[in-house]
């Protein structure tokens, strides 16, 4: 049997089909056979008790990956998995810069920083959900990166404090190494397995450690 998928229900780890026949099925996630489906995508499927079962993903519309895309680059809620992280990383080399290229080419300042501002906002939300697969609060991060400026304020001098001398400023910079290691630990660490506070695990986890 042949349908579409009508919605997925990420909390109870389950989902909707509308098969060809006109008869609405309901499925456990667990049951699909070659990745979660998306929202509209084509699906193959066994019917078992009025449930399907056994399912594989044939096609997805343009619509269901448009709109998986903006929860993976905007979104800050959920997880994704270390190899998900990797592939983004990898892409970003060739992709993210593109606006901030085309902004310094515009001359306009304005356009150079909402740039950087966009690149700087997907980063934030795909490394927050790699911390939530972690089940690692997004509050190291956003430490780290205000560590990083009031660090940098200081030895720009915009902040002049007058307890802090240069043993004060290597203790500064020696544990802000310390904490952006551990939050690098986090962005590639194994996620925990099964469902955490932040969400069910990704799927692609489940299927490499299957392997």
């Given amino acids: 049997m042949q349908g579409i998928v009508l919605e997925i229900d990420l909390k109870s780890d389950t989902g909707m089909i509308r098969g060809d026949d006109g008869v609405r099925y309901e499925f456990q996630?667990?049951?699909?056979?070659?990745?979660?489906?998306?929202?509209?995508?084509?699906?193959?499927?066994?019917?078992?008790?009025?449930?399907?079962?056994?399912l594989y993903v044939l096609s997805t519309s343009v619509k269901a990956k448009l709109d998986w895309l903006f929860w993976f680059l905007f979104s800050f809620r959920g997880r994704i998995s270390k190899d998900q992280l990797i592939v983004f990383l990898a892409s970003s080399l060739l992709i993210l810069?593109?606006?901030?290229?085309?902004?310094?080419?515009?001359?306009?300042?304005?356009?150079f920083t909402a740039?950087?501002?966009?690149?700087?906002?997907?980063?934030?939300?795909?490394?927050?959900?790699?911390?939530?697969?972690?089940?690692?609060?997004?509050?190291?991060?956003w430490?780290?990166?205000?560590?990083?400026?009031?660090?940098?304020?200081?030895?720009t001098r915009v902040l002049n404090l007058a307890f802090i001398g240069t043993t004060a400023l290597y203790m500064l910079l020696a544990c802000f190494s310390l904490v952006a290691i551990f939050c690098l630990y986090l962005c590639f660490t194994h996620g925990t397995i099964g469902e955490n506070r932040y969400g069910k695990e990704p799927y692609s986890c489940r299927t490499i450690r299957l392997k």
């Fill in 115 to 141: 740039g950087w501002l966009v690149v700087f906002y997907i980063f934030a939300a795909v490394i927050v959900k790699r911390f939530h697969d972690s089940n690692a609060s997004a509050f190291w991060l």
């Fill in 29 to 54: 996630i667990q049951s699909c056979k070659n990745g979660v489906p998306l929202e509209g995508a084509r699906v193959d499927f066994e019917i078992e008790e009025k449930t399907a079962r056994d």
């Fill in 143 to 155: 430490f780290t990166v205000l560590f990083a400026v009031f660090i940098t304020l200081i030895m």
């Fill in 97 to 111: 810069p593109l606006p901030v290229v085309c902004a310094t080419w515009s001359g306009i300042s304005a356009f």
